[in-house]
């Protein structure tokens, strides 16, 4: 596990995947403090990893990327840890357009395409 310091490209996340999940890499990303953790088997590792290093848990919200696709299916919006009725989202999709928002502005910061 690990929290982004630095910008990494899509062949370093397609290695991740591969030592990992074969297509995927799990990550977990701090709407308020712009950051992304990568590479824990579970969502829920990489939101403890975060709140262990002063992010706030209804900042995180838990992605997928995919290295080899492109567009929108580079960013896979399904986590357990993002069932936040008290946020209003009620199923593991980050169903707000706005939160979806900051996801990819973030995303696109820490990862070069």
């Known amino acids: ?45 990489l939101e403890a990893y975060c709140i262990e290093r002063k992010s706030k848990q209804e900042s995180l919200w838990g992605i997928n990327y995919y290295p080899e696709m492109e567009g929108e299916d580079f960013i896979e919006y399904d986590s357990m840890i993002n069932i936040r009725p008290s946020r209003g989202n009620n199923s593991r999709d980050v169903e707000g357009a706005s939160i979806r928002k900051m996801i990819v502005n973030i995303t696109n910061k820490w990862i070069k395409r």
Request: charged residues 35%; proline residues 0%; glycine residues 6%.
């Open 1 to 45: 596990m690990k929290i982004l310091d630095k910008e990494v490209t899509i062949d370093e996340l397609k290695s991740i995947a591969e030592s990992g999940f074969g297509e995927m890499v799990k990550a977990v990303v701090d709407v308020d403090l712009g950051i992304v953790a990568i590479d824990a088997e579970l969502h829920s590792d």
